[in-house]
């Protein structure tokens, strides 16, 4: 911007002031301009300034450089280019539950610290953290030694392809524009909208919860069993006892862990971040641990012996030798094991059959990586619960008949074990995936780091749990493998017994990073949960959306301590494994789907930075997720899915409008464009037909819908189905009438939403009422998603004389329909129509039938029928029979035509013969053209005087008229057509107005009525009688329409007609039919 300005004159356009008047305003209007600068920035009144720039101006003023004068009104509303890139450049982190884009409703942004950490520090470590956990340190052998190292290889590579291929997606995502703080959640919510991201954002919340639930289990497993087994509170006072009280000590000590867990994370999170690293550390040194020790076992295998008994494996808790007997100074005693199988001590004691039968032997629990022992391992090895831990092709002898196991010192399995549930155990240790994208506002880069460092981490644990599997297969013995609690190694961690230098580097490694997961998840899912409240679309978690002053989910993390419960009161690892892979496996499934959606639909914004994706990646992962939720468990991912669906249905119902730009929507459009592109081939099969409504409203000067119960009967008759278009007219300019549309629009919503009408408003401003109605007809709705039908009210005040234009209307409306070949729907005395709260339990919808129509007025009754208020209601069709007609044979035609259209209705054939014209019906159409005439001459003379006073008025100013301004505007004003009037002029045109007017009205009451207009008015009048006598207490009355006449000066006999037609009836929907069938009798 330069620091100086010139001063640069340039015409005022429009204005033609002399020069010498300009100089001596310059001054004035520049002081007026720079208070006008100094004020509300109002662009308007700056173009009547003589300059554009000027010295004195602001430096700091927002239009600073008049060179964009040109565009200063929209920057009202759009800001300069410069300042938008300034605002980008000085971008932070938007927090979670912002207004989309941009800013924060509550307050003004607060300055946040710039980001700073990069791909290693903030994506790579915090996945291998949250990846390699409790499953890697107490269940991965057990897996092992289960399935074999073939089938095992086969879970852990399907778990490892579903994280990556889903890593691969969520990178696309995450690279298509600045995603802030809240990761997965605002991932999928923008991506699939407000529905499937408030459902799959409370399911990852669920997930996480019971993640922190199976972390503090792992952790008190560990305790307990591995470093202090003494602490225990219930102890087993019987055999078989052992399992129900291990669960209930992880009760107690499981609902202490989570009670203090909660204190740490509401005193503080900080510590939590701090400590993350030290949890990280265990991990890593346990790993390193591991590999050390399979080296290790090369050339130096750790000795730890395992006792079996025949090929059974014995629990070494309750026995340290391992023999039945020893020799000591040539006596032979026997040992604590022969007391566990026998009677008493001494060597002729009554033994266990299978004891006295078979030898006991000591092997290697781990021979060594070159001892071979992996072709032992390749195989599964499945087992009930309860069944003994057996090495394969080991000598044994069976017993001849089985005596009770209990209380023996065998290695027994706690669960029955097989392929799919091992699956939904080991899932849980591929998940942490999300790591990354969590912390996406702490990132320097995160377009960069996010995809880079989730990959890594992926690939990094992928090959560390594909070698384990491998390495613990070719170390370790099958026996040892398969006791999950290291009973036959006296209590060890089974992965401890192969680490170096000591089994206590991966029992306290395992320990702390267990303890700093649960701690994690406690901390994480609390602020998820917070977004997802703060987001407003599920209304009743908006209480979890409040917390501490300092932004803390207080009221989150007491709920999320809550669900922890759940699962702590379950109490098995192996039980809450299942449950979190569901929630997991459901979150990664619609990450999936939201970039194969996205990549699908091509939309402009799809533009991701990440290019190594590709729809069917996509696709592929997201099958996958689909059938790992099966493997693992149906009826989980049933319970799961069932959890989902009820959540996005009540968010569809409940949930606050959020627009996001999803994919959903997107794919919505796509499949109506596609849909539209289908019906337009042409008119839909009379088996499809239903009626398209445009319903025709109107408005009073408020712009409030006068007759509400209009949108109640279409909700009535459409019951949601099908096209309804709720349309009205404005008279005057669309420029000038912009804040009108607007506001009628918002209370025709409104009025659509209370009264349940599933359909589009559209409004239109028309210079005249006439003409806008013609355009609705013509141009409303889209495609083969056009309108059929017409819906309007009658004209209630037709006859009132300042309503003149409103009978016109409707004619012309009536005949524009029939011009467009679409059927039109009157309805009579609308506001006595039931609303839709209102139950009508019995009571007659007469249908007269007196010329065929396409079968409206059969189809009308029975839509209507299918809702509630109509329901109990009975149909009747009543046809007219004339002179020369059968009517016992009509009535068995009709009753046959009914039963084949498959409609139930009693069918009644009224007789009307011909008859005299009576003294009513001549004298009511005499009246009626009478009337018709009257109102000609009564309009025709108000002209007339509006004319005269016309005349007059411009009399009056021609005389006073000043010399000076008849000059001015003869010189300005185009030449005009003059007229004179005299004083006899006057008089004479007065007189022969007057003369005309008397005789006008001489000739009302000397006239005739028009014969054709008497037998017209004799048809509705007798058809009328019937009718009233016939239908009068009927709930609805349903009446062909008949046409207007082709004559235009008879329209407003023809309302006449109409009239005297409908009269005495409450309800009445006049139907004329659109010219083709819309019901039929075949299949």
């Not at 968010?651 to 592109?677: P, Q, T, V």
């Amino acid at each position: 911007m330069p620091t100086s300005f010139t001063v640069v004159p340039v015409e005022a356009q429009g204005e033609e002031r002399g020069s010498a008047e300009r100089d001596g305003q310059l001054q004035e209007e520049e002081d007026e301009e720079n208070e006008r600068d100094r004020g509300t920035g109002d662009g308007i009144a700056k173009e009547s300034s003589p300059f554009i720039n000027s010295a004195e101006l602001d430096r700091g003023n927002m239009y600073e450089g008049k060179n964009m004068a040109l565009f200063e009104e929209e920057m009202d509303s759009n800001p300069m280019v410069s300042s938008l890139l300034n605002k980008l450049a000085n971008y932070t982190n938007l927090t979670q539950g912002v207004v989309e884009h941009e800013a924060d409703e509550d307050s003004k942004r607060k300055e946040v610290k710039g980001p700073r950490m990069g791909t290693f520090i903030g994506v790579y470590l915090p996945c291998l953290q949250n990846i390699l956990g409790v499953i890697l340190f107490l269940r991965l052998t057990w897996i092992v030694g289960t399935a074999g190292v073939l089938e095992s290889f086969i879970i852990v590579f399907m778990c490892c392809a579903c994280t990556m291929l889903t890593a691969i997606s969520m990178s696309a995502i995450a690279t298509n524009g600045v995603v802030p703080a809240g990761g997965s959640y605002y991932m999928i919510s923008r991506s699939l909208g407000p529905e499937f991201g408030g459902a799959v954002g409370l399911c990852f919340y669920l997930g996480t919860t019971f993640a922190g639930a199976m972390y503090i289990l792992g952790t008190i497993e560990i305790l307990l069993t591995y470093i202090s087994p003494s602490a225990a509170i219930f102890k087993a006072e019987e055999v078989g006892e052992e399992t129900e009280a291990m669960l209930n000590n992880m009760r107690v000590y499981g609902t202490c862990i989570i009670i203090l867990m909660a204190i740490v994370v509401f005193v503080g999170v900080k510590y939590v971040n701090k400590l993350a690293l030290v949890f990280l550390a265990c991990v890593i040194l346990s790993i390193i641990a591991i590999y050390a020790g399979v080296i290790k076992t090369a050339f130096d295998p750790p000795d730890f012996p395992i006792c079996l008994l025949g090929n059974r494996t014995l629990s070494k808790r309750s026995f340290d030798v391992c023999a039945k007997f020893t020799e000591s100074n040539n006596e032979t005693r026997t040992t604590p094991l022969w007391r566990l199988f026998c009677d008493s001590s001494l060597l002729n004691a009554t033994c266990d059959e299978y004891f006295r039968l078979n030898n006991v032997t000591e092997i290697q629990g781990i021979p060594g990586i070159m001892s071979g022992v992996l072709i032992d391992n390749l195989w599964s090895t499945y087992s009930e619960k309860g069944s003994i831990v057996e090495k394969k092709d080991q000598p044994s002898i069976a017993g001849s008949e089985e005596t009770k196991m209990g209380g023996l010192p065998y290695v027994f399995t706690d669960i029955m074990t097989y392929f799919t549930m091992l699956v939904g155990i080991y899932f849980p240790s591929v998940t942490g995936i999300m790591a990354g994208s969590n912390r996406s506002g702490d990132l320097k880069d995160a377009q960069k780091s996010i995809p880079t460092g989730t990959i890594l981490a992926i690939s990094t644990t992928s090959f560390i749990y594909l070698s384990c599997i491998v390495l613990f297969g070719a170390c370790i013995e099958g026996v040892i493998l398969r006791d999950k609690f290291g009973e036959a190694v006296k209590g060890n961690l089974v992965v401890g017994t192969l680490a170096w230098p000591s089994p206590w580097v991966i029992v306290i490694g395992s320990f702390f990073s267990t303890c700093g997961a649960g701690l994690q998840s406690l901390t994480g899912a609390p602020r998820l949960l917070q977004a997802i409240a703060r987001d407003g679309i599920v209304p009743f978690i908006q209480i979890f959306g409040h917390g501490k002053a300092n932004g803390e989910p207080t009221w989150a993390l007491l709920l999320t301590a809550g669900i922890c419960e759940i699962g702590i009161l379950i109490a098995s690892l192996d039980s809450v494994a299942p449950i979190l892979s569901m929630f997991f496996l459901m979150c990664y499934m619609f990450v999936n789907l939201a970039c194969a959606v996205q990549t699908l639909l091509r939309t402009p914004n799809w533009r991701p930075r990440f290019k190594y994706y590709h729809w069917t990646l996509s696709f592929l992962g997201m099958s996958l997720c689909l059938a790992l939720m099966f493997i693992c468990s149906w009826y989980y991912a049933l319970i799961a899915m069932l959890i989902a669906g009820c959540i996005y249905k009540y968010i569809e119902y409940r949930g606050a409008e959020k627009e996001w730009g999803d994919g959903i929507r997107g794919l919505s459009l796509n499949a109506a464009r596609y849909a539209l592109l289908r019906v337009e081939d042409g008119p839909p099969h009379t088996k499809n037909w239903r009626p398209q409504l445009l319903v025709l409203l109107n408005l009073d000067n408020e712009q409030l819908v006068k007759h509400p119960r209009l949108l109640s009967f279409t909700s009535q008759l459409k019951a949601g189905k099908g096209l309804t278009i709720v349309g009205s007219v404005l008279q005057g300019i669309y420029l000038d009438k912009c804040t009108e549309t607007q506001k009628a629009e918002e209370n025709v919503k409104a009025l659509m939403g209370v009264e349940k009408t599933k359909g589009f408003c559209q409004i239109v401003v028309s210079p005249s009422f006439r003409d806008g109605i013609s355009y609705l007809i013509q141009s409303a709705g889209l495609g083969g998603m056009k309108h059929n039908t017409v819906l309007m009210a009658w004209p209630q005040s037709w006859k009132q004389t300042e309503n003149r234009f409103s009978w016109k209307n409707f004619v012309d409306t009536v005949r524009e329909t029939t011009a467009a070949q679409q059927a039109l729907l009157v309805a009579k005395n609308i506001d006595l129509f039931p609303t839709n709260q209102e139950r009508f339990t019995e009571g007659n919808i007469d249908i007269w039938w007196i010329v065929h129509d396409g079968g409206m007025l059969m189809l009308l009754p029975f839509l209507l029928r299918q809702h509630k208020v109509w329901r109990k209601c009975k149909m009747r069709i009543f046809t007219v029979a004339q002179m020369d007609d059968n009517s016992i044979q009509m009535k068995k035609d009709l009753q046959m035509f009914l039963y084949h259209l498959r409609l139930n209705a009693q069918v009644e054939v009224v007789e009307m013969f011909e008859n005299d014209i009576s003294a009513f019906t001549y004298e009511k159409t005499l009246m009626m053209e009478q009337r018709s005439q009257m109102l000609k001459q009564m309009q025709l003379s108000k002209n007339e005087r509006e004319r005269e006073a016309q005349l007059i008025h411009d009399r009056n100013t021609a005389s006073h008229s000043a010399p000076a301004v008849e000059a001015s505007v003869a010189a300005t004003v185009p030449e005009k057509v003059q007229m004179t009037w005299t004083k006899e002029k006057f008089a004479a045109e007065k007189h022969k107005t007057k003369d005309s007017n008397v005789s006008g009205f001489k000739d009302v009451f000397n006239m005739k009525p028009n014969q054709s207009n008497v037998r017209r008015m004799h048809t509705a009048v007798k058809l009328n009688g019937v009718v009233l006598n016939k239908s009068q207490h009927a709930q609805l009355v349903l009446l062909n329409m008949p046409g207007p006449p082709k004559n235009r000066k008879g329209d407003e006999n023809y309302m006449e007609f109409l009239e005297v037609l409908t009269e005495g009836l409450d309800r009445v929907l006049l139907v004329r039919g659109s010219g083709r069938e819309v019901i039929t009798i075949y299949s």
